[in-house]
RNA sequence: CGGGACGUAGCGCAGUUUGGUAGCGCACCUGAUUUGGGAUCAGGAGGCCGCAGGUUCAAAUCCUGUCGUCCCGACCA
C-alpha cells in the first residue's frame, strides 16, 4: 500500500485539513494549487463522487462527459471569452487556435443540447458529469479548499419554461441536502448572488467551519440565511426628526479618513457619509454609505448591471474632476449611488470637493440627490429581514451551489425548442455545481482530533484496519490474514496493516488516516479466542470473539453510522 | 495585482549578520537488542544550499536578475 505518512506537517500547510491530509498521505502538491490524490485520498474522493452519483442518478439527472479543452468560439458566442477575465486558462494550439481550459461548461452543454433537442417532447433534461475544472486563482489556497484545478460536479437542467425550471432546482436543493448529510457534514444552504455567471436566483450550500473563506449571516430565530454579500436586514430606517441645520464648510487639514475627520469634528461617524468610486463598464459612479459602515460591491455591480467593475484608479478619478479624500455630494456632476441610509440620515458631514475642507449639516433632497438603494454589508446584531429574531455571523466553506440561470445561455448559444404550438422557445436552464475535493476537505475540517482525521463511515477510504501487534508471531499474522479475507469477502473495504513495525508506529498510523473502526490482534486476547476493537470517533474499545468476528464487526459498523 | 515572508537531504529546521568549501532532528539502509501508543545502540547512504549572472584567491553566505512557494489584502460562478 502506497501511504506516505508524515510525522511533521509541511510548512506550507495552513488549515487543519490541509495539514492532516499531506500528514495522511492523500494529497501531495505538483504546483500552486494543484494536488496528486494518493491512493487514500483518491480513495476517500471517489467515496464522495460516487455519493454524489448515486444522488444525481437518483434525481434524474445523467451522467455523461464533457471535454476540460473548449475552442475560444463557444465562448465568443456566450460572450465571456472577454468578460471571464485572467482566471480563464487559455491555451493555444499548435496553430495559434484559442482554446480555454473549461471552469465551468455551461457554453459546452448549451451548444450540445442546442444541436440535439428540437421537441417540447424531449425535456425536461438533466446532465451532469464529474471532472476537472481550471480557473487560474491569482491566489491559490488551503490546499484542496481553493485550487487551480480541482474536481467537480456540475449538473444542467433544460426546462420548457419556469415552472419546470422551479422543478427541478428544487429537486437539485434536495439532492444537495441528502448528499451532505450523507457525508457527515454540518452544513447549511444559504441565500447567494448568482454573480458573472448570470441568471435570477441562487443557493449555496455551507459547511461551517472557521477556516472557511464565506461570511454567512444567518437568523437566530427564523430559517433566514445568506451569504452577506446579498444579506439583507429588516433594521428600518426610521427618517431622522432632527431639524436641518444650515450647510457650513469647514478646513479639515490632514484628514485622510472617516475616523480622522469625525474626531477632528467631533462628529459620530454615523453622521458622515463616505465616498466610493468605482468604474463601471468604464464610468465613475460615487457610492455613498455612511461612515461606519462598509460598502457592498457586489450589490452595487448588480444594481448597475455592469459586466466590468473596479475600484476606479487615481487616474480616472482625475479625469472625471474629483479630488482623492474630499469627494462630496453636494454640487457633484458624477453619477451618484446613495445607501438608502445616507437618506435618513440628518446634517451629515462629506467632503466639500475642493481639498482640505469638508461639508457639515448636508441633507438629503435640499443638498444632493442620486439613485437610492441598499448599497452596504449588513452586519451581525443586525434585524432579521423575514422575521424579529436577529443575525448572526458564521464561517462557512462554499461547498456546493445551485442557480437558476434562466435563458441566458440558451439563448447565446442557440438552445431553442418548439412548443406544443410549434414556436420556438428558448430552454430554461438550471446549473449545480459541487466542489468534490473542497466537500472531502470539509469534512475533514469537521471532522478531526489531535491524533488526526476521524472519517465519517460512508466517506473513509476504508472502514476497517485490522493491525497485529507483532507481525512475528504466526498466530496473529494467520488471525488477521483470516480476518481480512473474511471482511473482504462481505465487501468490506479493509487495510491490514501488516508491516513490521512497533505496535505503537500502527496505532497512530491508523488514527492519523482516521478508518473508523480498528480491530487488533494481539497474543494476549488472542489466546481467549479474542479480537479487540477501537472505535476511532470516541474511543470506545472492547472486544470481539474471534469466532463471531464478521457478525459482531457487522453490529459495530452499524452502530458507527 | 499590492503588502510581507521564505526557498539548504523525502519532511521539519540551523548555518547567511562577520565569505574559508554544509550540519542537526525525523524518515531511509545494515546489524544487534527490543516489541501493546511514533524504541535503543552502532554503522551507513543521501545535498548543482531554487536557477542565472556578477564581485572575490574563495560564495549557501555579498550584489543583480529571475523562477518558485506561503501568508494578509484585493479578486473569485
Redesign the pocket.
Given at each position: 500500500m502506497f501511504a506516505?505518512?508524515?510525522?511533521?506537517?509541511?510548512?506550507?500547510?495552513?488549515?487543519i485539513s490541509?495539514k492532516l491530509m499531506l500528514?495522511s498521505g492523500m494529497i501531495r502538491?505538483v504546483?500552486?494549487?494543484?494536488y496528486t490524490y494518493l491512493p487514500l485520498g483518491w480513495r476517500a474522493l471517489n467515496k464522495v463522487s460516487n455519493i454524489v452519483r448515486e444522488e444525481m442518478d437518483e434525481s434524474g439527472a445523467q451522467e455523461l462527459m464533457f471535454p476540460i479543452v473548449q475552442p475560444a468560439e463557444l465562448w465568443q458566442k456566450s460572450g465571456r471569452w472577454d468578460v471571464?477575465?485572467d482566471?480563464l486558462w487559455r491555451v493555444k494550439d499548435r496553430h495559434g487556435r484559442d482554446f480555454c481550459l473549461g471552469?465551468?461548461h455551461e457554453e459546452v452543454i448549451a451548444s450540445l443540447v442546442a444541436g440535439e433537442v428540437k421537441s417540447h417532447k424531449q425535456l425536461p433534461l438533466m446532465l451532469y458529469q464529474i471532472q476537472n475544472?481550471?480557473?487560474d486563482?491569482?491566489?491559490?489556497?488551503?490546499g484542496l479548499m481553493?485550487g487551480r484545478e480541482f474536481v467537480?460536479k456540475?449538473c444542467y437542467s433544460f426546462d420548457r419554461d419556469e415552472q419546470g425550471l422551479d422543478v427541478n432546482y428544487h429537486i437539485m436543493y434536495d439532492a444537495y441536502t441528502r448528499i451532505f448529510n450523507r457525508c457527515g457534514l454540518d452544513f447549511r444552504p444559504v441565500e447567494?448572488?448568482?454573480?458573472?455567471?448570470g441568471g435570477t436566483s441562487?443557493h449555496e450550500f455551507m459547511v461551517l467551519a472557521d477556516s472557511g473563506?464565506?461570511e454567512i449571516l444567518h437568523c437566530n430565530k427564523c430559517e433566514y440565511a445568506a451569504n452577506v454579500e446579498i444579506a439583507n436586514t429588516g433594521s428600518v430606517q426610521q427618517v431622522s426628526e432632527e431639524s436641518e441645520q444650515e450647510i457650513e464648510k469647514i478646513l479639515t487639514p490632514d484628514c485622510r479618513t472617516i475616523d480622522d475627520v469625525a474626531a477632528f469634528l467631533k462628529l459620530d461617524t454615523t453622521k458622515t457619509m463616505k465616498a466610493l468610486c468605482y468604474t463601471a463598464d468604464d464610468e465613475v459612479v460615487i457610492v455613498f454609505v455612511r461612515g461606519d459602515r462598509r460598502l457592498n460591491?457586489?450589490k452595487v455591480?448588480n444594481h448597475l448591471g455592469a459586466t466590468t467593475?473596479?475600484?476606479s484608479t487615481e487616474e480616472e478619478l482625475q479625469s472625471a474632476g474629483l479630488v482623492q479624500g474630499y469627494i462630496g455630494a453636494v454640487d457633484q456632476k458624477v453619477k451618484m449611488l446613495l445607501d438608502t441610509e445616507v437618506t435618513t440620515g440628518k446634517n451629515l458631514c462629506c467632503g466639500a470637493n475642493d481639498h482640505g475642507y469638508h461639508l457639515i449639516n448636508v441633507n438629503y433632497k435640499r443638498d444632493f440627490d442620486g439613485e437610492i438603494g441598499n448599497f452596504r454589508l449588513v452586519e451581525a446584531g443586525e434585524k432579521c429581514p423575514h422575521c424579529d429574531g436577529t443575525l448572526e455571523s458564521a464561517r462557512g466553506v462554499e461547498v456546493g451551489?445551485v442557480?437558476k440561470l434562466g435563458t441566458k445561455y440558451s439563448v447565446s448559444m442557440g438552445a431553442y425548442y418548439l412548443d406544443e404550438e410549434g414556436k420556438s422557445q428558448p430552454m430554461e436552464m438550471g446549473c449545480y455545481?459541487i466542489g468534490v475535493g473542497r466537500t472531502l476537505a470539509a469534512a475533514i475540517e469537521q471532522n478531526n482530533d489531535e491524533?488526526?482525521i476521524v472519517w465519517p463511515l460512508a466517506i473513509a477510504p476504508y472502514q476497517i484496519i485490522i493491525v497485529t501487534?507483532?507481525e512475528?508471531s504466526e498466530t496473529q499474522v494467520a488471525a488477521g490474514e483470516k480476518l481480512y479475507g473474511e471482511l473482504m469477502a462481505k465487501g468490506y473495504e479493509v487495510i491490514l496493516d501488516d508491516r513490521?513495525?512497533?505496535?505503537?508506529?500502527?496505532?497512530?498510523?491508523?488514527?492519523?488516516i482516521g478508518i473508523p473502526l480498528?480491530i487488533?490482534?494481539?497474543?494476549?486476547?488472542?489466546a481467549k479466542g479474542e479480537l479487540?476493537y477501537?472505535i476511532r470517533r470516541d474511543?470506545e474499545?472492547g472486544v470481539i470473539s474471534v469466532d463471531n468476528a464478521v457478525s459482531e464487526i457487522d453490529a459495530l459498523l452499524a452502530k458507527i453510522k
Open positions: 506516505p505518512t508524515l510525522r511533521e506537517v509541511p510548512a506550507d500547510a495552513e488549515i490541509h500528514r502538491k504546483a500552486s494549487g494543484i471571464y477575465g482566471e471552469p465551468t475544472k481550471y480557473r486563482e491569482r491566489r491559490p489556497r488551503f481553493r467537480m456540475d447567494a448572488d448568482n454573480g458573472a455567471i441562487s473563506e464565506a460591491e457586489i455591480q467593475f473596479y475600484m451551489q442557480f455545481g491524533n488526526g501487534v507483532s512475528k513490521h513495525e512497533r505496535a505503537g508506529v500502527k496505532f497512530k498510523d491508523a488514527d492519523l480498528r487488533t490482534i494481539g497474543d494476549k486476547s488472542l479487540e477501537k474511543g474499545a
